[in-house]
C-alpha cells in the first residue's frame, strides 16, 4: 500500500511543488488539505481544489477553522488588547498554530504516515507547525521539502513546469498573507531599515475623504454591534469594522521584531478591524475596569500574546491566562466611539451602564462626596509618611 501524507496546502509554490513531487518522486497518496482561518476567498478555494488534483493528489479537502480561531484566540487576544511590541495584532503567527492543530487532527483522523508544510529553514513558521504536528500527532513524519532540499523559488518553478503545470508563480516585489486579523506584506522596501512602504505597497487603498464616527458595542468583552448593527455571527462584525476602518487607509504600520530563532524580523501590515477593536476595547476598559484589574490583565496578556507568537499555544498556563482574561470581561460592557479619518482615528467617548467615571463620591477636579477635607489632609499625611521619615534620617539626601 502507498504511503498517506497530508500536505498543508496553500496553493502557493512550495506547498505546489510539495504535492507533485511527493506524488510522482516519492509515491505517496497525497492528501492536500487547505486549513481556512478565514484568508480565503471561496474563488481561492475552489481554485486551490483544481489546482491540487491536477498537481497529483488523491484527495483535496478544505479544512474551515475560521469560528475556532476567534473562539480559541482572536477573542483572547481583544481581551488581552494584545500587540506584539505594542504595535503588531499579531495577525499571521496565530494563524499558523490554528492551521497547524486542524492539519494534526486531519492527519490523525485519515491515518497518515506523514505530514509536509511547505516552510523554509529561515523564518517562524517551520518552528510553529514542526511543534504542534511532534505534539498532536506523535510519530508521524514530518517532510519539508523546500526547508530540506534547500530549493529556489526557480528550481520549484522549472519542476512544475516539465511536468505540465502552468501557474504564474512569478516572484513580486511583495508577499502577501491575507487573513482574517490583517494581512501582513514582505519584501521590497521593507528589506532596507531606512525606508517604509509607498501607497502602492498596500493592498487596500484609501477611498474616503473626510471623517465619521464608527461605535463598537461590547458584550462581557466581545464585539456585539457596529454601528448599531448587532452581530451574533462575531467573524461578520470584524469583517465589517475591516471594511469601514480600510476605507481610511487606517491599521497600517511597520513590526520589527525578534523571531523564535533569534534573529530580528521586519514586516509590514494593514489591518484595520484588529487596530480599531483593540483600540475601543482598550478605551472602554479604561472605564469600566479597576485599576488593579487593568494592571494585572496586562502582565498576563503580554505573555499570552509573547507564547501564541513564539509557538507556545499548547503550553497549559495559556488556558490558564485564558481563564483570567475571560473572568476579566465580565463588566466590560458599553460602546466605545472612535472618530475616523484618512490613515488615523482617535477615541471620543463611551457609553456604558458600568462606567466607573460616574460615581456619586464625585467628579475628578471638580467636587468630592465621598470625604471631607479633614479626610483628606489625614490621608496625605499618612501617605508621605515613609518619606517624611526616610529624608528626616538622610538630610544630605534631600533634593
Request: charged content about 25%.
Amino acid at each position: 500500500m502507498k504511503k498517506k501524507v497530508v500536505v498543508a496546502f496553500s496553493g502557493g509554490l512550495d506547498t505546489s511543488f510539495t504535492v507533485m513531487y511527493l506524488a510522482k518522486e516519492k509515491g505517496y497518496e497525497v492528501y492536500a488539505a487547505c486549513a481556512n482561518t478565514g484568508g480565503f476567498s471561496d474563488e481561492q478555494l475552489k481554485k486551490n481544489e483544481e489546482n491540487a488534483y491536477k498537481l497529483g493528489a488523491t484527495k483535496y479537502v478544505t479544512l474551515d477553522v475560521t469560528k475556532e480561531y476567534y473562539e480559541k484566540s482572536l477573542k483572547y487576544m481583544v481581551f488581552g488588547n494584545v500587540l506584539r511590541n505594542g504595535t503588531y495584532p499579531i495577525s499571521v503567527s496565530s494563524e499558523r498554530i490554528f492551521q497547524a492543530l486542524a492539519i494534526a487532527r486531519y492527519a490523525n483522523e485519515i491515518g497518515a504516515d506523514a505530514i509536509a508544510h511547505g516552510s523554509t529553514g529561515a523564518g517562524n513558521d517551520q518552528i510553529r507547525f514542526d511543534m504542534t504536528f511532534l505534539v498532536l500527532a506523535p510519530g508521524v513524519e514530518i517532510i519539508t521539502l523546500t526547508r530540506d532540499m534547500a530549493l529556489s523559488r526557480q528550481e520549484e518553478i522549472d519542476y512544475l513546469k516539465e511536468h505540465g503545470f502552468e501557474a504564474d508563480f512569478t516572484k513580486m516585489k511583495y508577499s502577501y498573507n491575507v487573513g482574517l486579523w490583517g494581512t501582513s506584506i514582505c519584501g521590497g522596501e521593507i528589506l532596507d531599515s531606512k525606508q517604509g512602504l509607498p501607497e502602492s505597497a498596500y493592498l487596500k487603498q484609501v477611498t474616503k475623504t473626510g471623517s465619521e464616527q464608527l461605535s463598537i458595542e461590547f458584550k462581557q468583552g466581545e464585539v456585539y454591534a457596529v454601528n448599531g448593527e448587532v452581530f451574533e455571527d462575531k467573524i461578520a462584525a470584524i469583517q465589517k469594522i475591516e471594511e469601514i476602518g480600510a476605507a481610511y487607509g487606517i491599521g497600517r504600520d511597520m513590526h520589527v521584531g525578534d523571531t523564535i530563532i533569534g534573529i530580528k524580523g521586519r514586516v509590514g501590515f494593514e489591518a484595520a478591524a484588529p487596530m480599531l477593536i483593540i483600540a475601543a476595547h482598550r478605551f472602554l476598559e479604561k472605564y469600566t475596569l479597576s485599576k488593579w484589574q487593568q494592571y494585572w490583565k496586562d502582565q498576563v496578556a503580554n505573555w499570552y500574546g509573547m507564547f501564541l507568537h513564539e509557538s507556545q499555544y499548547l503550553e497549559p498556563v495559556m488556558r490558564d491566562i485564558e481563564a483570567m482574561l475571560q473572568e476579566s470581561q465580565r463588566n466590560v460592557n458599553g460602546t466605545a466611539i472612535l472618530e475616523l479619518r484618512p490613515l488615523s482615528f482617535s477615541t471620543v467617548g463611551v457609553d456604558s451602564k458600568d462606567d466607573l467615571v460616574k460615581t456619586k463620591f464625585g467628579e475628578y477636579g471638580e467636587m468630592q462626596k465621598g470625604w471631607t477635607a479633614e479626610d483628606a489632609k489625614g490621608f496625605i499625611k499618612v501617605l508621605s509618611t515613609p518619606l517624611r521619615v526616610y529624608y528626616t534620617n538622610h538630610k544630605e539626601e534631600e533634593i
